[in-house]
């Protein structure tokens, strides 16, 4: 299937459907040609889990691939353990 192959974790979209770019955490397969997939808003930080077809896949803009390697950085604090570090 054609969306499989740009539709993985860590990939950036862009498209009619989304307001920011996304960055895709999930996918799970719901069916031929549809799929669960949670991702966020790189400017907003906001978690999404929306379903895509693959019509929805083909009309997306890929970014390239941002893999994740580690927690999201917080506009609020540095320190993943909830210390300040100021």
Do not use: C, Y
């Not at 740009?6 to 770019?21: A, I, K, M, Q, Y």
């Not at 669960?36 to 790189?42: E, H, I, K, L, R």
């Amino acid at each position: 299937m054609a969306g499989e192959l740009h539709l993985r974790e860590g990939r950036v979209l862009t498209g009619p459907n989304f307001s920011e770019p996304m960055l895709v955490e999930t996918v799970r397969e719901n069916g031929s040609g549809v799929w669960m997939v949670g991702m966020v808003g790189q400017h907003s930080e906001r978690f999404r889990r929306v379903t895509l077809t693959e019509e929805d896949i083909s009309k997306a803009d890929w970014m390239g691939v941002k893999a994740m390697t580690g927690p999201m950085p917080s506009a609020d604090r540095d320190d993943p353990d909830g210390g300040s570090t100021a």
